[in-house]
């Protein structure tokens, strides 16, 4: 059975930073890219990062490259993101995402790329 568990979100004032984690209970972990989206109310999923499989290749969008960096451990079958310089808009639900095995990256960005979802953390920035 295929399980992602985030964790580490939480509130935090604008400017800080906090850590996500992702384990991932699913076979050839390290054959997935992983990615992380962000959900705030009333509002589309919106990608922030993925990662390949090796952990090599990243991919961060505009809206918070600079702040927020993705990495994995695949000897823990694990993905993290690291968020800095928060901001009240960084307020969402952060989800964790696996893609199928050796899936070519193309729309790596998009929610449909993605086979496996995580139930996701809350993140609260106030300002």
């Known amino acids: 059975q295929v399980q992602l568990v985030e964790s580490g979100g939480g509130l935090v004032q604008a400017g800080g930073s906090l850590r996500l984690s992702c384990a991932a209970s699913?076979?050839?972990?390290?054959?997935?890219?992983m990615g992380w989206f962000r959900q705030a109310p009333g509002k589309e999923r919106e990608f922030v990062a993925a990662?390949?499989?090796?952990?090599?290749?990243?991919y961060i969008p505009d809206s918070v490259k600079g702040r927020f960096t993705i990495s994995r451990d695949n000897a823990k079958n694990a993905v993290y993101l690291q968020m800095s310089s928060l901001k009240s808009e960084d307020t969402a639900v952060y989800y964790c995402a696996a893609a199928a095995p050796y899936k070519p990256a193309a729309n790596y960005n998009s929610v449909g790329h993605y086979d496996y979802w995580g139930q996701g953390t809350q993140v609260t920035v106030s300002s």
């Open positions: 990662i390949s499989f090796s952990g090599t290749v990243t």
């Open positions: 699913v076979s050839a972990f390290s054959s997935r890219r």
